[in-house]
């Protein structure tokens, strides 16, 4: 079965560095883009950041500047490197892999930035 297993969430000081990776497996992960939402309590999940399969960035103007989005398609990964980190940006971070007909999902992983 598809799989999308999140890691490298945790607790950081305010303008701290994190990387979030997202290891997928049953898919053919190089067709299919990628992206990163976070969930803040008593929020709505939104979009920060996604890489099309063909190499595209989009980010959502609050991380641009301080988030990077990349992927291994050798290693079915993708990644969110978060630099200059902000008590803003605490919440749950969901990783995506999706096309056009479908989507799938990680588990979520916790970004706590605090002093």
């Known amino acids: 079965q598809v799989q999308l297993v999140e890691s490298g969430g945790g607790l950081v000081q305010p303008a701290g560095s994190l990387r979030l990776s997202c290891a997928a497996s049953?898919?053919?992960?190089?067709?299919?883009?990628v992206g990163w939402y976070r969930q803040a309590p008593g929020k709505q999940r939104e979009w920060v950041a996604t890489l099309s399969s063909t190499g595209t960035t989009k980010y959502t103007d609050f991380v641009k500047g301080r988030f990077t989005i990349s992927r291994d398609n050798a290693k079915n990964t993708e990644y969110l490197q978060m630099n200059s980190l902000k008590p803003e940006d605490t919440a749950v971070y969901y990783c995506?892999?999706?096309?056009?007909?479908?989507?799938?999902w990680g588990q979520g992983t916790q970004v706590t930035v605090s002093s």
């Open positions: 995506t892999a999706f096309t056009n007909v479908r989507s799938y």
């Open positions: 049953g898919i053919n992960f190089s067709f299919y883009h």
